[in-house]
């Protein structure tokens, strides 16, 4: 059955296009990748309008109240209305901070977590560059975020976003391990880094199902990396006020606040890419006439949705517990799982299945 | 090969000038001065005492260096994932020899209390 996936044809008549005005195959790509960054980047503002009001709405709804409800049928449009006040904020840079370290972490936070999306498949040949490499590319330049963090807590000369920013570099680092190795157990069966052959090894059966334990623990590990749910020691509220985020204001806030809901949207389509069998359709559904990248969409809003039942409904995590969980019990669990894995494959090799 | 890498590169001019734009415009709406004690550092609305930038624990640096000694290994273990299934058992048996090295450091991290939090 084949679905007519209209951002496919949308490419190749652009691609047609410049071929008949004559542009060389080198710059065909490059055209051709810069349209699908600015597609991605439409995706990931999109995402953050929705993603932020969905937020509050289901905040809401975890703790009995209403949520937003004055603009629009349901208020609707108040993330667009916010982001209309955030553009028109005064920019307050404090007398004390060191100015280019400042300055600079709102821009750098927001590099990687676009950077993440060019090995995102959201679709039947929709990936902005099929990498060789694809998942590690991914852990290579997710990891960067933690400069940034460092850098808005350390410039900003505020004792509540150095302790913010320390925390958050801890956290991040020590739960980036236990995140990796669950990966390592999906390459093993595939075979390949390559987002679109992971996806191609899960037509029948999704890895969720082989690798549960992977998913749990890239689950956990997820939480941390983002600074959300459980563990968002880094911003603790009623502590440290807003963590590394604390002296920024207007625009500069706003970027931070940008670049943690794309990164949630990556987060979560790395979960389905690698666990819910990316766009596959779900087994036995594949006869409905639904594109490739719907299905990825839902997929990863229900892993969205799951990030945030476990936000609203869980306390915040101590953070000698917290790096007590990562160390002493997510590591150990994912080595396991690595040596499960190798066993089981080798097993199955030798049976000949 | 290197056709892709130019995609990323494209990725990543756009996302260095997207952040400038939006500043940028920012920058013609917002109003320009702000009152003057906007400008002191937050601290519930008290003066700040003391340096911040301090010394801090040594806990996080006991953390970076068991970090490093990790992802150095996630460097190895992901061609060694990939090649898997070809690879007989014997480079199954190696890896997990090299981790198993690696357990040995990280039980003596343990055991020396570098992950404690205190």
Partial sequence: ?353 | MLQQYAGIGAMLIIAIVFPIIVIAISSIVRPKKAAKYKYETYECGLETQGETWVQFKTNYFMYALVFVAFDVETVFLYPWAVKFMSLGTFAFIEMFIFIAILVIGFWYAWKEGALEWN
């Fill in chain 1, 1 to 353: 059955m084949e679905n007519i996936n209209l951002f496919v044809l949308l490419a190749n008549w652009l691609r047609q296009w410049l071929e008949g005005v004559g542009a060389s195959p080198d710059v065909i790509e490059v055209v051709m990748d810069v349209f699908g960054t600015v597609g991605a980047l439409v995706f990931i503002l999109l995402n953050a309008l929705i993603l932020v009001l969905l937020e509050r709405k289901a905040a809401a709804f975890f703790q009995q109240r209403y949520g937003p409800n004055r603009w629009g049928p349901k208020g609707v449009f108040q993330t667009i209305f916010d982001s209309l006040k955030l553009l028109s904020k005064e920019d307050i840079i404090p007398k004390a901070v060191d100015k280019w370290v400042f300055k600079i972490a709102a821009y750098l936070i927001f590099i990687p977590a676009i950077l993440v999306f060019a090995v995102i498949p959201f679709g039947e040949g929709m990936i902005i560059s099929d990498l060789n490499i694809g998942i590690f590319y991914f852990v290579a330049v997710a990891s960067t975020a933690t400069l940034a963090f460092l850098m808005a807590g350390w410039g900003s000369n505020n004792k509540y976003s150095l302790i913010g920013g320390m925390r958050s570099v801890a956290q991040m680092v020590s739960y980036e391990i236990p995140l990796v190795f669950s990966l390592v157990g999906v390459v093993m069966l595939t075979g390949s880094m390559k987002m679109s052959a992971i996806v191609a090894a899960q037509t029948k059966v999704w890895f969720i199902l082989p690798q549960f334990l992977a998913f749990l623990v890239y689950f956990i590990a997820g939480h941390a990396e983002l600074n959300r749910g459980p563990f968002d020691m880094p911003e603790g509220e009623q502590e440290i006020v807003a963590g590394p985020y604390t002296e920024y204001s207007g625009m500069r806030w706003a970027l931070f606040f940008l670049a943690e809901y794309a990164n949630l949207v990556a987060v979560c389509s790395i979960a389905t890419t690698m666990f819910l069998g990316g766009w596959n359709p779900i087994p036995g559904l594949g006869f409905l006439p639904i594109p490739t990248y719907v299905w990825f969409v839902l997929k990863v809003y229900f892993m969205i949705m799951l990030f945030m039942w476990t936000r609203w409904t869980f306390p915040r995590v101590r953070i000698d517990h917290l790096m007590h969980f990562g160390w002493k019990v997510l590591i150990p669990v994912s080595l396991v799982n690595i040596l499960v894995t190798g066993i089981g494959i080798k097993i199955y090799q030798w049976m000949g299945w």
